[in-house]
């Protein structure tokens, strides 16, 4: 059984700095894009960042400049380094993979859309 674990969120003040990794577990043999999306409270979840398998990357427009998508495939962990970060980017933060080839009762097949637990990020003096 394929998981997603973030860690690294946190109460952080206007301008500070903030990195989040998520880490893949379990049967992985190789993981598509990975990304990062964030929901605040009464608002839809979106888009963050995203990065391929190759290292290209997307970034939201609210972000660019300010955050940067990584990831080591080796580890199967993406990251996610928050710098100046604002108030408005208080929310949950989720991690996703588009796409894993793993193994499931012992047969490999690729497996869709996995989602993390979401880690907190809190701005505010």
């Known amino acids: 059984q394929v998981q997603l674990v973030e860690s690294g969120g946190g109460l952080v003040q206007p301008g500070g700095s903030l990195r989040l990794s998520c880490a893949a577990s379990?049967?992985?043999?190789?993981?598509?894009?990975m990304g990062w999306y964030r929901q605040a409270p009464g608002k839809q979840r979106e888009l963050v960042a995203i990065?391929?398998?190759?290292?290209?990357?997307d970034y939201a427009d609210s972000v660019k400049g300010r955050f940067t998508i990584s990831r080591d495939n080796a580890k199967n962990t993406v990251y996610l380094q928050m710098n100046s970060l604002k108030p408005e980017d208080t929310a949950v933060y989720y991690c996703?993979?588009?796409?894993?080839?793993?193994?499931?009762?012992?047969?490999?097949?690729?497996?869709?859309?996995?989602w993390g637990q979401g880690t907190q990020v809190t701005v505010s003096s």
């Open positions: 990065i391929t398998t190759g290292g290209r990357t």
């Open positions: 996703n993979a588009d796409q894993i080839a793993t193994k499931v009762g012992g047969i490999p097949m690729y497996e869709y859309d996995y």
């Open positions: 379990g049967t992985i043999f190789a993981i598509n894009a």
